[in-house]
C-alpha cells in the first residue's frame, strides 16, 4: 500500500500550527455589545437570557467602562420605557430612555467605543409593532418612515455615532439618510438590518424590552425560506445609502451572511440573537456542551460565512478570553 504524500494533517500536529495555518481569527474590535436600558433605578435580570440585565443608567455607564476596557468595539443601545403608546412617542422624546441613555454613555466613555442606538418603534408602542398601524391594523410602512426621520434626528442629537434601522421598513434607509444629511448629520452613520427575518430566535429579546407584542412580524420581516431576497434587500440598502448591512439572525442563516458577503461592496454584520444565546446557556447550564468551546465556536462561525463585525451577548466575556489568550 501506498502511503500518501498529501497530508493535510500536517498542519494539525501542533497548537503552534494549528493557529499559524488558522484562516479566520476573532478580535474584540469585531465584536458589539447588544446592551438594554430602562427607565428606573434600579437594573433587573433577564430570566430567559442569563447573565444579560435590564439597565440602569449608573449600571449602563459601569457596563460600558467595562465594555470599552475589553477593547470591544461598541454597544448596541436599546430602550425600556415605563410608558408605551400608538405611535411610540418616548422614542422621539429627547428625555425618552433611549435618548438620555445615548447621551449619559456618550458622556462617560467619549469614543473609546463606538456607541451605537437601535432605530426602531417597537420597544416604543403600545402594540409593540415596529411601526405605525393604520386604521385597519396593518403596518403603515409610508407613516412609519416618517417616525424613522424623527427618531433618526433624536438619535443623532443625543450623540449616537450609529443608528440601527431594525425596522424593515421599505425606503428606511433612503428616508434616514436625507433626513440625517439636510439636518447636519452627514457623519452619523446607517446600519441597515438589511435581511432581517420574522425568526423564533427573538423569544428571549421579547422579555429583555418588555415588548407588547401581539401577533407577529411576518408582513415585513423576511420569510425564514428566502434566501435570494435577504440578498436584494442588502442590496437595495447598499443602493440606499447604508454603510453597513446587517443579516440577522446569524446561526440559522449563515447562507444568506455568506450570500450577501459575497455581493456587498460595504461591511457586513451579523447579529447573534437572544435566541441563539440562550439556547447555549441553557445547554451549557445542564452540562451537555462545553461553554466556552460552544460560544467560540458560534461567534468564529460567523464570521468564518462573512460576517465583519458580530452582535454578541457574549461580546465582553468572549472578548477578555481573546486577550487571555494572545497574553
Given at each position: 500500500m501506498t502511503n500518501p504524500v498529501i497530508r493535510p494533517r500536517r498542519l494539525r500536529t501542533s497548537g503552534a500550527l494549528r493557529s499559524l495555518a488558522s484562516e479566520?481569527?476573532?478580535h474584540p474590535a469585531e465584536l458589539v455589545l447588544p446592551m438594554f436600558v430602562r427607565e428606573g433605578a434600579d437594573a433587573r435580570p433577564i430570566t430567559s437570557m442569563p447573565g444579560v440585565m435590564q439597565h440602569s443608567i449608573?449600571?449602563?455607564?459601569?457596563?460600558?467602562?467595562?465594555?470599552?476596557?475589553?477593547?470591544?468595539?461598541?454597544?448596541?443601545?436599546?430602550?425600556?420605557?415605563?410608558?408605551?403608546d400608538a405611535i411610540g412617542t418616548g422614542a422621539t422624546d429627547p428625555k425618552g430612555?433611549?435618548?438620555v441613555a445615548t447621551r449619559a454613555l456618550v458622556d462617560e466613555i467619549g469614543d473609546a467605543l463606538v456607541v451605537q442606538t437601535d432605530l426602531c418603534l417597537d420597544e416604543f408602542t403600545d402594540h409593540g409593532h415596529c411601526g405605525v398601524l393604520a386604521a385597519d391594523g396593518h403596518v403603515d410602512n409610508d407613516a412609519t418612515l416618517e417616525r424613522y426621520r424623527d427618531m433618526a434626528l433624536a438619535q443623532a442629537t443625543a450623540g449616537s455615532a450609529l443608528l440601527g434601522l431594525s425596522g424593515m421598513m421599505d425606503g428606511q434607509v433612503a428616508a434616514v439618510r436625507e433626513t440625517l444629511d439636510v439636518n447636519g448629520f452627514e457623519d452619523t452613520a446607517v446600519l441597515a438590518y438589511s435581511a432581517k427575518y420574522a425568526s423564533a430566535f427573538y423569544g428571549p429579546f421579547r422579555e429583555a424590552v418588555a415588548s407588547t407584542l401581539v401577533g407577529d412580524r411576518r408582513t415585513y420581516q423576511l420569510d425564514p425560506a428566502n434566501r435570494r431576497e435577504g440578498v436584494r434587500e442588502a442590496q437595495l440598502d447598499i443602493d440606499e445609502g447604508a454603510d453597513i448591512?446587517?443579516?440577522?439572525?446569524?446561526?440559522?442563516?449563515?447562507?444568506?451572511?455568506?450570500?450577501?458577503?459575497?455581493?456587498?461592496?460595504?461591511?457586513?454584520?451579523?447579529?447573534?440573537?437572544?435566541?441563539?444565546?440562550a439556547m447555549i446557556e441553557a445547554a451549557a447550564a445542564q452540562g451537555w456542551i462545553d461553554r466556552r468551546r460552544a460560544v467560540e465556536e458560534s461567534v468564529l462561525s460567523i464570521r468564518r460565512a462573512g460576517a465583519d463585525a458580530v452582535l454578541t451577548y457574549w461580546a465582553v466575556e468572549l472578548a477578555t478570553w481573546l486577550k487571555e489568550e494572545r497574553a
Open positions: 479566520i481569527r476573532v449608573d449600571s449602563a455607564r459601569r457596563a460600558v467602562v467595562e465594555a470599552a476596557e475589553a477593547g470591544i468595539g461598541g454597544i448596541m443601545l436599546f430602550g425600556v420605557p415605563e410608558v408605551r430612555i433611549l435618548n448591512v446587517m443579516v440577522k439572525p446569524a446561526g440559522g442563516y449563515l447562507d444568506v451572511l455568506a450570500a450577501v458577503a459575497a455581493m456587498s461592496n460595504i461591511p457586513v454584520w451579523a447579529y447573534q440573537v437572544s435566541g441563539e444565546y
